[in-house]
Each structure stands twice: as structure tokens, then as C-alpha cells.
């Protein structure tokens, strides 16, 4: 995390013209990071608090950043406001995201919630599979992580320098193109025709996530094919 940048990012009180920054939201894993973990908030937080603004933590796959790096996930929530959690993505929940924090934060996010339409009646069904995924699918997470790092592997081998497998700790994998001197688009195009389907985000990077229902097989068939594209 870079406290500069994030410094240079908040927003002064400057009157009616501007909107002043209310909160900082970190995400952990960070996404287009690679699923790098952030272990700790507390030089954030201790600056945060010295200038009065609250930090929330997108914890999207903090289940993945406990069970790569062993901290607890009371211990990633200590120094937030607020939280929030997924219960699918690697979970394997149909949907759901969970919202945490003190009793009146709650109250008045029901009050939010309801003013956006969000909420809905008979949602104790979904509320039973997120049950299940956090009592069944948490400590499997590190299939997950495994088989991207298998992926990255295979990749790296393909075309040196488009992933550095030792930097990939949980589910995603980030590869840059460039060195192998291919484009996102071709590289998709043949994944396809060849039955595989896989993102990019940007124009020589490519974004492959492991969860729950990518075998081990299914994740060297897919980074196979890609190796041979960029072969």
C-alpha cells in the first residue's frame, strides 16, 4: 500500500463546489494487483484517524488473503469501520455480499439499502448456501490459490516475464503479454476457438481467476492452451 499516493488522493473540506472525502475503501485481495494480499491497515488507519475519516475495507476475497497468509479475519477487520465480504467468487455462493460493522452502522445501511430498492422477501433460501459456503468452502480456498500458481507456472514458461509465479499468493493471475509480443485480443480469439474463455483487462494484459469449479485439470488445459498461443 502507498500511504503517498493515497494522501494525494484525499480531498479537503473546499466548500459546496467540491466533494469532500467522507471515507477510504481499501480491497483486499486487490484485483487487477494479482490477488496481492495487504497483511495490515494500521499505518493507513492511524493516519486516518488522526484527520477523522473512517476506513472501509472491501474484503471481496478476504477469505483468500486468511487462509494464504494465515491472518484472521477479525484481525483484517480491527481497524475498519466497515467491511464487506462475498460469499460467492471463490465461496461458491449463487450470490451475496455481507456488510459489517457496528450496530448503528447497520441500522442506518438497512435505511440506505431500502431508499436504493435493494433487499428482498424469502432471502433466508441464499442466505442458507452462504451459510454453508463459509462453514464448507473457506479452508479450499487453497486449492484455488494452488492452481494459479500452477497457471502462472505453465505461463511463465511459455513467455519469460509475463507472470511471476512466486508473486502469485491466491487465486489470480495476472499475465503481460507484451513479452511474448501478443495482443489480448488474438490471444482471446484463439483461447476461444479452442474452447477456452478467458479476460482481459487492458491491451497486453490478461486476467485468469481459479475458483470452485476450475479443477486442477481444467486450470493446466486452460493455461496449456494459452502457452501455446503465446508460443
Known amino acids: 500500500m502507498d500511504l503517498e499516493q493515497i494522501r494525494a488522493l484525499i480531498a479537503p473540506d473546499l466548500g459546496p463546489y467540491f466533494v469532500t472525502t467522507a471515507a477510504v475503501s481499501v480491497e483486499n485481495t486487490h484485483n487487477f494487483g494479482g490477488g496481492t494480499i495487504q497483511t ?40 475498519a469501520a466497515a467491511a464487506s465480504v462475498c460469499l460467492s467468487k471463490g465461496l461458491g455462493a449463487p450470490i451475496g455480499s455481507v456488510l459489517v460493522g457496528s450496530e448503528e452502522l447497520i441500522k442506518e445501511a438497512r435505511v440506505w439499502r431500502k431508499r436504493l430498492g435493494a433487499g428482498w422477501r424469502q432471502a433466508g433460501v441464499l442466505a442458507g448456501a452462504g451459510l454453508y459456503a463459509i462453514r464448507n468452502h473457506v479452508e479450499r480456498l487453497a486449492e484455488d490459490h494452488a492452481h494459479a500458481r500452477q497457471i502462472a507456472e505453465i505461463l511463465a514458461d511459455a513467455a519469460p516475464g509475463s507472470v511471476k509465479p512466486d508473486q502469485v499468493d491466491t487465486n489470480i493471475v495476472v499475465a503481460d503479454l507484451a513479452a511474448a509480443g501478443k495482443t489480448v485480443a488474438e490471444v482471446v480469439a484463439g483461447a476461444k476457438a479452442e474452447g477456452i474463455l478467458v479476460g482481459g483487462v487492458g491491451a497486453t494484459q490478461l486476467r485468469l481467476v481459479t475458483h470452485l469449479d476450475a479443477s486442477s485439470a481444467n486450470c493446466r488445459t486452460a493455461a496449456e492452451t494459452i502457452a501455446r498461443l503465446l508460443r
Not at 484517524?49 to 476475497?61: E, K, N, W
Request: glycine fraction near 10%.
Open 40 to 79: 495490515s491497515y494500521d499505518a493507513l488507519a492511524d493516519e486516518l484517524d488522526a484527520i477523522g475519516l473512517p476506513l472501509h475495507l472491501d474484503g471481496a476475497r478476504l477469505w483468500n488473503a486468511s487462509v494464504a497468509s494465515g491472518v484472521p479475519m477479525s484481525a483484517f477487520g480491527s481497524r
